[in-house]
T-cell receptor
Framework: QQQVKQSPQSLIVQKGGISIINCAYE??????FPWYQQFPGKGPALLIA?????SEKKEGRFTISFNKSAKQFSLHIMDSQPGDSATYFC????????????FGEGTQLTVNP | DAGVTQSPTHLIKTRGQHVTLRCSPI?????VSWYQQVLGQGPQFIFQ???????GRGNFPDRFSARQFPNYSSELNVNALLLGDSALYLC?????????????FGPGTRLTVL
């Protein structure tokens, strides 16, 4: 059962552009939504995370938008750079479930110079 | 400081064999989780261990087992390997269990089953 659906599967953006990745979840018990960035040969690394009591969180060029009623959240990367080229995963968990993350399928982002 | 380390980096096995993957968490971290990442998909949760006790198990067959040692390192064992077990196996450590703690992932072990 795929509880977190992510789109698009791949994304190509020009340098300086905005990258947008979307996720939708099914389990309304989820209450913590992190985004991970993964480079080839590396494990995923936490990028930014949000709880459903806020609708937006911004850290530098990265912003999460959260729509609780629609059960959707998205990652916006402003002023995208070639160094941002990586695979991005959204995830969801219940804070009381400890470490059990449910990941989306991933989005391969390519930022052209 | 060293991050999460995993060994071996790569492994090739044949169907029916057994494999043991190892993970050393970040110093001070007591919780270890294992994930399976099939090529082109997101990681899937397999196990979480905290203080040597299993705290969670994903939807994986009994061929998969794990344990955590007193020094908080961990092993993932897979018996009777199938072709479908070919994947990147990720270990993640966090300070504690219970409420969500940031997880730090290792680079993974790439398992190929022929």
């Amino acid at each position: 059962q795929q509880q977190v659906k992510q789109s698009p599967q791949s994304l190509i953006v020009q340098k300086g552009g905005i990258s947008i990745i979307n996720c939708a979840y099914e389990n309304t018990a989820f209450d913590y939504f992190p985004w991970y960035q993964q480079f080839p040969g590396k494990g995923p690394a936490l990028l930014i995370a949000i709880r459903p009591d806020v609708s937006e969180k911004k850290e530098g060029r990265f912003t999460i938008s959260f729509n609780k009623s629609a059960k959707q959240f998205s990652l916006h990367i402003m002023d995208s750079q070639p160094g941002d080229s990586a695979t991005y995963f959204c995830a969801a968990t219940r804070e009381t479930s400890g470490s059990r993350l449910t990941f989306g399928e991933g989005t391969q982002l390519t930022v052209n110079p | 400081d060293a991050g999460v380390t995993q060994s071996p980096t790569h492994l090739i096995k044949t169907r029916g064999q057994h494999v043991t993957l190892r993970c050393s968490p970040i110093s001070g971290h007591k919780s270890v989780s294992w994930y399976q990442q099939v090529l082109g998909q997101g990681p899937q949760f397999i196990f979480q261990y905290y203080e040597k006790e299993e705290r969670g198990r994903g939807n994986f067959p009994d061929r998969f087992s794990a344990r955590q040692f007193p020094n908080y390192s961990s092993e993932l064992n897979v018996n009777a390997l199938l072709l479908g077990d070919s994947a990147l196996y990720l270990c993640a450590s966090s300070f504690s269990s219970g409420l969500y703690n940031e997880q730090f992932f290792g680079p993974g072990t790439r398992l190929t089953v022929l």
